[in-house]
Every structure is written in structure tokens, then in C-alpha cells.
């Protein structure tokens, strides 16, 4: 059974494309995240959704868009790809509120290795 | 801001010593420390994690210690082998604010 799967697994298209990637949980959590993995295997975040609401936005090109349609789906929309969007984009997922005491584990997605050429 | 530190960025060790990879945090409201271990092409995951409560937990060949007072913590494996080798990543997090900051990883190579 897969806990977070994501769509397509590789992508690989020209500068100044508009692509998107897709990303399901199954385990009924409320907190969904885009993280951005460079060539130098930086994990960084770029959003986090709870419950459908955008919670965390680090900085990322308003090029980026996320897309919440129900809290077990966040999808990931990217205009006029550039050159430097080129990485391994992982979806993940967490049981977080505001009212938890301690973070939690994330679950981690298989990933999406974007290529712009 | 925020800010997690971890070294070394690579580790060689001869397959049965043991492997350190340190990591510091920045803020003192960090409650949760996991470590993540990522194969090549892999998703990362979860090997271990300790909470600000404990100052040390172990699981068969891996220990996380945590120092609050120092604001570090360590991952330690004994007896390593060649399946160990991966990239891995400390992170904090702190319960309600939905941040995880992950360190820079340590990729470790068990040599044979």
C-alpha cells in the first residue's frame, strides 16, 4: 500500500514550459509539504498545507503554485519552468496541528526528478 | 532565522566501526529531532527520532543523544555495514508550527 505517491516520477522538458506534479496520501494526514532536493542533496522546504490551507510559503518564485483541491492531495504547479528548477521534488505528509506538543514524523513521497533543459 | 548545522558532509568508515554525525540546531523551542536516512534514488526515511523529553534513545545498531542544553544531537551506528551506506539528515522541529529544518546531510560510505 502506498502512503504518499506522487506523479509523474520523471519530468523532463524545455525552458519556459508550464508542467505540474501530483501528490496523494493515503494516511489520512492533515499536513502536506513540497520540498525542493538540489544536486547537493539540500532538502528544502518550499510549502506546507494543513487542512487544505496554505501554511508555509519559504520564499519560493510565485512562478511555483501549490494546490490543495482536499487534504489528502497537494498538487505542485510551475510556470515558465528556468533552468535552475531543475531538481528531485518530494512531496510529503505529517499528522500536525496547532496543537501538537511535539513535530512528527514526515512520510516522505518516491520524489519527482525534474529536468529543464 | 532558523537554522540546523550537521557534519561532516561525508564519512568513510571500515564496514564494523562505528559512525557519528553530529548536528546543532538554532532554536531553543525545537522539540523533535529525526533522523532520516535516504538511499540513492530513494525517498528519505525515518530511522530514528527523539524528543526534547529524552535525552537518549537507541534502536538495535543506531542511538540519537540529545544535549538541550548545548542545542546538539548526534546520530551514532554501531557495527556498520555496506547496506548503511546512504545520505543521512538530521532535522528539528518544534510540535504546532508545521517547520521542519532539515541539516545540510552526511553522506556515509561502509567500505568493505
New interface residues.
Given amino acids: 500500500d502506498t502512503a504518499v505517491s506522487q506523479t509523474p516520477k520523471y519530468l523532463v522538458t524545455q525552458m519556459g514550459n508550464d508542467k505540474s506534479i501530483k501528490c496523494e496520501q493515503n494516511l489520512g494526514h492533515d499536513t502536506m509539504y513540497w520540498y525542493k532536493q538540489d544536486s547537493k542533496k539540500f532538502l528544502k522546504i518550499m510549502f506546507s498545507y494543513n487542512n487544505k490551507e496554505l501554511i508555509i510559503n519559504e520564499t519560493v518564485p510565485n512562478r511555483f503554485s501549490p494546490k490543495s483541491p482536499d487534504k489528502a492531495h497537494l498538487n505542485l504547479h510551475i510556470n515558465s519552468l528556468e533552468l535552475g528548477d531543475s531538481a528531485v521534488y518530494f512531496c510529503a505528509s505529517s499528522q500536525e496541528s496547532t496543537l501538537s506538543l511535539f513535530g512528527n514524523e514526515q512520510f516522505f513521497g518516491p520524489g519527482t526528478r525534474l529536468t529543464v533543459l | 532565522g532558523e537554522n540546523v548545522e550537521q557534519h561532516p558532509s561525508t564519512l568513510s568508515v571500515q564496514e564494523g566501526d562505528s559512525a557519528v554525525i553530529k548536528c546543532t540546531y538554532s532554536d531553543s523551542a525545537s522539540?523533535?529531532f529525526?533522523w532520516y536516512k535516504?538511499e540513492l534514488g530513494?525517498?528519505?526515511?525515518?530511522i530514528i527520532?527523539i524528543?526534547?523529553n529524552v535525552g537518549e534513545k537507541k534502536d538495535q545498531r543506531i542511538a540519537v543523544t540529545l544535549n538541550k542544553t548545548a542545542k546538539h544531537f548526534s546520530l551514532h551506528i554501531t557495527e556498520t555495514q555496506p547496506e548503511d551506506s546512504a545520505?543521512y539528515?538530521c532535522a528539528a522541529?518544534?510540535?504546532?508550527?508545521?517547520?521542519?529544518?532539515?541539516g545540510?546531510?552526511t553522506?556515509l560510505k561502509v567500505l568493505a
Fill in positions: 522539540n523533535y529525526p535516504q530513494k525517498r528519505p526515511q525515518l527520532d524528543r526534547s545520505v539528515f522541529s518544534w510540535g504546532g508550527t508545521y517547520k521542519y529544518i532539515f545540510t546531510g553522506r
